[in-house]
């Protein structure tokens, strides 16, 4: 039997979306292995294999320090989050390893209330199960579909 059920799956984007969406970012790292890949870009660089992107981090503390710079040093309007995740698909498994594809999209609303879709795409992810049964990410690039994103990227997708 599969360790990497839909249920299973399901929760831990529910539980990432939710950590994000409620501002709770001091917990979202905890989702990554301390070696990891947290990658944004977009459908069309990710085909060219062009491995550069909007935010890029490779370890749990490069998460750390993106999420104290927002609260101490980056200066951006007050907004907020709320993600609509899909069904993920599991690609391939191997053990303890699996890839995976998740459909995804934003709405990010803006202090004065304002509401718009800020992003669709999917998710590519190759998620580990720990010893003790708990889900990480290994890695997760984030594929937007626009090449058009908007420079109040801040929050992580």
């Known amino acids: 039997m599969s360790v990497f059920t839909l249920e299973r799956l399901g929760q831990l984007n529910a539980t990432y979306a939710r950590c994000i969406d409620n501002d709770q970012l001091e917990q979202w790292p905890d989702f990554f292995l301390e070696q990891c890949l947290y990658l944004i870009t977009n459908a069309d660089n990710h085909a060219a294999g062009m491995e550069a992107g909007m935010v890029y981090a490779d370890t749990r503390a ?16 007050d907004q907020r989050y709320r993600h609509l995740i899909g069904a993920p698909l599991v690609l391939e498994q191997d053990g303890a390893l699996a890839v995976v594809e998740t459909p995804f999209m934003v709405a990010r609303i803006m202090r004065d209330g304002n ?37 109040l990227l801040v929050i992580p997708l």
């Open 115 to 151: 509401t718009e879709v800020f992003a669709t795409g999917r998710y590519l992810d190759r998620v580990a199960q720990q010893p003790d049964g708990v889900l990480k990410f290994a890695e997760r690039v984030v594929v937007c579909d626009s090449t058009n994103i908007d420079t």
């Open 62 to 77: 490069m998460l750390q320090d993106r999420v104290l710079a927002m609260r101490d040093a980056n200066v951006y309007e």
